[in-house]
């Protein structure tokens, strides 16, 4: 079992698929001008409701983050590379507004940042990087001294993901990826999720199917083509199966959420 220890909350709802083109994939590390080694993202704080940020806050001032992009490197979406592109990067400022940079390739650094145990960071590359809108939960209670992992979706890897299961991504509606696990960590199978999304899919072995039986021992779940607004939204998962619980994520269309969704064992 492959097991991530940074994926955060997501949502999504339903709608129908568009034609779209597809990119070209990232274009790959070079150890000679880039750092290529493997890096793992933050981990989630606990699902909840609370403030626009996320979850309850921690702190009503604002704390400095800075941190790297890094591209998913497949679609487990829990590990990659520095992203050597350009994007905007945003997360919840203490006023309830949202505070942005640029990432310039190397790093981005955001001040006024709420502090709180799920803060909905989103990274917005520029048109022609071939990557997606990636939104994730981070906890920013605490201070990372060699900054924060935020992860950013390849356009390629989404679209793959859409032809395995023999549907089309929109670029109009919204897309979630979801590992679901108790509160050690440990990932839960047999889970069911609900969410008004064209396309539900579970992660068996290798692959993905769109069969009702739920998440196998890696807990993830696949949320395509969901409807949601243009701007960053609240949405809410209901778990059934091995678990009976209820997850708000946020989601935007034409974006991707990665979440991790803490739930309690019965």
């Given at each position: ?47 909840g ?59 981005f ?15 917005e ?37 859409f ?43 290798g ?60």
């Open positions: 079992m492959r097991h991530s220890q940074w994926l955060p909350l997501l949502a999504l709802c339903a709608g129908c698929g568009q034609k779209v083109d597809h990119p070209d994939h990232a274009p790959e590390c070079d150890p000679g001008s880039e750092d290529c080694s493997t890096y793992r993202p933050p981990q989630s704080g606990s699902p409701g609370g403030n626009e940020g996320g979850a309850d806050s921690s702190d009503s001032e604002g704390a400095t983050v800075s941190g790297q992009v890094l591209v998913y490197s497949d679609d487990f979406f829990d590990q990659g590379l520095v992203f050597n592109g350009q994007a905007d990067v945003s997360a919840m400022g203490p006023g309830g507004s949202r505070v942005e940079d640029r990432y310039d390739g190397s790093v650094e955001l001040a006024e940042v709420l502090k709180a145990s799920d803060n909905w960071f989103m990274v590359p520029d048109s022609g990087e071939g990557m997606m809108p990636t939104i994730t939960a981070v906890d920013t209670r605490i201070a990372k001294s060699d900054g924060y992992a935020i992860g950013l979706a390849s356009e390629l890897t989404v679209d793959n993901l032809v395995l299961l023999g549907s089309e991504r929109s670029p109009l509606l919204a897309n979630l990826v979801v590992t679901v696990v108790d509160q050690q960590g440990r990932s839960i199978a047999g889970v069911q999720a609900q969410l008004a999304a064209e396309v539900t899919a579970y992660r068996e072995a692959g993905w199917v769109t069969s009702d039986v739920g998440t196998d021992d890696s807990g993830m779940i696949f949320l395509g083509n969901a409807q949601a607004t243009a701007a960053l939204s609240k949405v809410t998962i209901v778990f059934s199966g091995a678990v009976s619980a209820r997850v708000e994520a946020r989601a935007k269309a034409g974006a991707v959420t990665i979440l991790t969704a803490v739930v309690s064992r019965p």
